[in-house]
């Protein structure tokens, strides 16, 4: 009725489980687009195997775990390649030279602008911040923009202005770019896309896949600050105190932090799906556990209010101008340091470490002492946040 | 709030309970957000291994029956209706479909932070029948009464309410009549109570002999309301004490009820995993009952339910969501098979989330 499946965990109880889920709307899992060619779905040992999905969902694009589901079984099958693979901030290719940090990116934050930002400068500072990451010094980005028939001239001049000194902040050049108009209705107003390259500081070796450990995570500020910024002007809150997008290009800090530690194993920017998320993807490719504490991470007071009144997690927020580093125990000092001297690193800390304990597991222990997992983000909080 | 999240405070009561408590002891948890408040901060893994917490039926997204959802995936496609809907309703699987579903297949759904902004959709859309999706506990139900009050007060004639909203203590005793769980004592939700006081609860005591008491959210009021509870089981005392004291009251809050009684009276509710019970629902008042979407002549499919969903069990505190097949298997909450996993006050949810 519903086809062959191979588990490479195989219970019969299982079976009869997804049998009974595929046809719960009634629906011949045969005729599901979703599966794979061959009609076989394996369940990995990740964890929990999404059903195959008729439509694409708001969740895809959350940064979470559907967004995770919809790399590892549609995007990275076809393309896979030893660049590809390791699914860091950005690719790194190396040859004989050197090595060159390559990204790309799309904007389509709603609305365009916000206090803190606006989607121009958001377009630089999260192609800059991508490439840094890697341990490359970003200096050539691409632009391309789709806008809406009807989109007023003088906002689009705002937005290029604005793109304009991100750029001049950030040292890199927009070297080339593209411009598409569609009807009205197509593309609420202007969406971006860049694409970014840079030379990998020598020496430096970053990625999601190297934390050991005994390792430190340092955490370079606080946290939920892009999100809420975002979520309260469109949704038309008013609240008191600060609430302003973080969103600022972090290639001087984390140049400043590789000349200070060259050993430094990894570094993310915890943007769709947060600290957790990012901490989570972190320890799935390294194969490692983590231990936070949550008394350790900075959160302002403003944001704690916001989260406490929409039932909001800071930890599964978007931001855009911060970083997580790991780095070895006996450098975490000095890096924190390093962090703390520079303007977007002022509120730094050291919130965890990375364990032999529970592989693969995020766990945080809470302001009271006690301990909960730390999950990626699973669903959507907000659309459209960056 | 961080008085509330004291570590020493919370060491503190954590060995009070340890001291105070000598015996195994169940006590159950009604209400949704205790069961987030408890996995996010850890309770359980700092309790003594002899009290266990068991969720119970206190999140209204989840004892929402199929039916309910069925008649709100059936009234979005009509042409002239804009359902509007508290978020977590969205993804709900009904037996064919859900809100979520709909929206992508062109339904005007709108998702509403408080339930008077469907008088602002009303006001804004008079050739169209506006139908708010009314679901929640006592907590809610002042506010979806006060809606109605203002728009029958300001005469807008097209805006409609689907009622699945549902009252606590009704639930409550229904699970002690059961008997198949070994309640030794009751976590009482904080806010619906600020809105009923604690009279409504008073059978708990009087006619089972069961302790409970009314606790706050903040990880301090959780520690300290089962300490309270653990005192008064050692001692074999049964009443209805409050820890939250700096919201509730033992009147509750009449303002709050009187709005309740102006629009609503008692009537059965249908509640998932519970059945059928008396007076735990409402219908509207007379002067209301035009705005009543059930009035509508709307064809709605016959109901059904996965048969593999233990939400039903899980929901009367009979199952935990370990014990399910489904469980993290199949359904997880971008693929909720049954409610509770879909509210992120769903025991199911919460348990995937924090387990």
């Known amino acids: 009725m519903v086809g062959s499946y191979r588990h490479s965990v195989t219970l019969f109880v299982l079976s009869i489980s997804r049998l009974r889920a595929e046809t719960h709307f009634g629906v011949q899992a045969r005729s599901r687009q979703t599966l794979n060619d061959t009609g076989f779905v394996t369940i990995t040992f990740y964890g929990v195997r999404c059903m195959p999905q008729e439509k694409i969902l708001l969740a895809h694009g959350s940064g979470g775990r559907l967004t995770h589901d919809l790399i590892r079984e549609i995007f990275l099958p076809p393309f896979t390649n030893p660049i590809l693979e390791p699914l860091d901030d950005s690719a790194k290719i190396t040859n004989r030279h050197g090595s060159i940090a390559f990204t790309t990116d799309s904007y389509v934050v709603k609305p365009l602008f916000f206090p803190g930002g606006d989607i121009g400068r958001l377009a630089v500072c999260g192609t800059v911040n991508d490439l840094s990451m890697i341990g490359a010094i970003p200096s050539y980005l691409s632009l391309a923009l789709i806008v809406e028939e009807g989109f007023s001239f003088d906002l689009l001049k705002q937005i290029i202005s604005s793109l304009h000194k991100a750029a001049e902040e950030a040292s890199v050049m927009i070297v080339t770019g593209d411009t598409k108009v569609v009807e009205h209705g197509a593309a609420d107003q202007l969406f971006i896309n860049t694409a970014g390259i840079g030379w990998v500081k020598p020496g430096a070796n970053l990625s999601g896949m190297n934390a050991k450990p005994g390792d430190k995570i340092l955490l370079s500020g606080t946290l939920g600050d892009h999100e809420i910024a975002v979520l309260s002007q469109r949704e038309g809150f008013k609240f008191h105190g600060e609430l302003k997008s973080d969103c600022a290009p972090l290639n001087d800090l984390a140049s400043k932090m590789i000349d200070a530690c060259p050993t430094i194993r990894c570094m993310r920017d915890p943007t769709r799906g947060g600290l957790a998320t990012t901490l989570n993807e972190i320890a799935a490719m390294s194969g490692v556990g983590m231990l936070i504490e949550e008394e350790h991470i900075p959160v302002r007071e403003s944001i704690r209010g916001v989260c406490e009144l929409l039932g909001l997690d800071p930890l599964y927020l978007a931001n855009e101008g911060k970083l997580i580093a790991i780095c070895p125990p006996n450098e975490a000092g000095q890096l924190l340091n390093v962090m703390k001297n520079h303007l977007f690193g002022i509120d730094g800390k050291i919130i965890g470490s990375v364990t032999e304990e529970h592989p693969k597991k995020v766990i945080l222990r809470t302001l009271i002492g006690s301990h909960r997992i730390l999950d990626m983000l699973s669903g959507v909080q907000f659309p459209r946040i960056c | 709030m961080d008085e509330f999240r004291n570590k020493e405070i919370a060491g503190s009561l954590i060995q009070k309970i340890k001291k105070t408590s000598t015996r195994p002891v169940q006590l159950m948890e009604v209400c949704g957000t205790h069961t987030v408040s408890i996995f996010r901060y850890g309770i359980r893994s700092v309790l003594p291994q002899h009290i266990r917490l068991i969720s119970g039926p206190g999140c209204p997204v989840c004892v929402t029956p199929n039916r309910d959802i069925d008649f709100a995936v059936a009234l979005c496609r009509q042409e002239d ?55 929640g506990f006592e907590t809610t139900s002042p506010t979806i009464a006060v809606a109605m009050i203002k728009a029958r007060e300001e005469g807008i004639k097209n805006l409609f309410f689907l009622n699945s909203q549902k009252q606590v203590p009704p639930a409550i005793r229904v699970l002690l009549q059961s008997k198949q769980l070994g309640i030794d004592g ?9 809105v009923i006081g604690t009279k409504p609860y008073q059978f708990i005591s009087g006619e089972f002999g069961l302790p409970g008491v009314v606790t706050g959210f903040e990880p301090l009021d959780i520690l300290q309301g089962i300490w309270m509870l653990v005192q008064q089981v050692e001692e074999r005392r049964s009443s209805i ?115």
């Open chain 2, 81 to 135: 209706v804009v359902l509007t809907t508290f978020g977590d309703m969205m993804k709900v699987p009904g037996s064919t479909s859900s809100l979520q579903k709909e929206k992508a297949e062109g339904g005007d759904i709108r998702i509403l932070y408080a339930s008077l902004d469907a008088l602002k959709i009303a006001r804004e859309n008079p050739q169209k029948r506006v139908v708010f999706f009314a679901v």
């Open chain 2, 186 to 194: 009751f976590i009482l939700p904080g806010h619906v109570s600020a």
């Open chain 2, 241 to 355: 004490d409050i820890q939250y004291r700096r919201v509730v009251n033992e009147e509750g809050n009449p303002l709050a009820l009187s709005k309740i009684q102006e629009v609503f009276e008692k009537d059965s509710g249908q509640w998932r995993g519970l059945g059928e019970i008396p007076e735990s629902g409402y219908r509207f008042r007379e002067l209301y009952k035009g705005m009543d979407v059930r009035n509508f002549e709307v064809e709605v499919e016959p109901s059904r339910e996965d048969p593999g969903c233990l939400c039903g069990e899980v929901l009367k505190g009979v199952k935990t969501p370990l014990e399910c097949s489904l469980f993290k298997v199949i359904c997880h909450p971008e693929n909720p098979v049954g409610p509770c996993m879909v509210s992120i006050e769903g025991t199911c949810h919460t348990y995937f989330r924090f387990n």
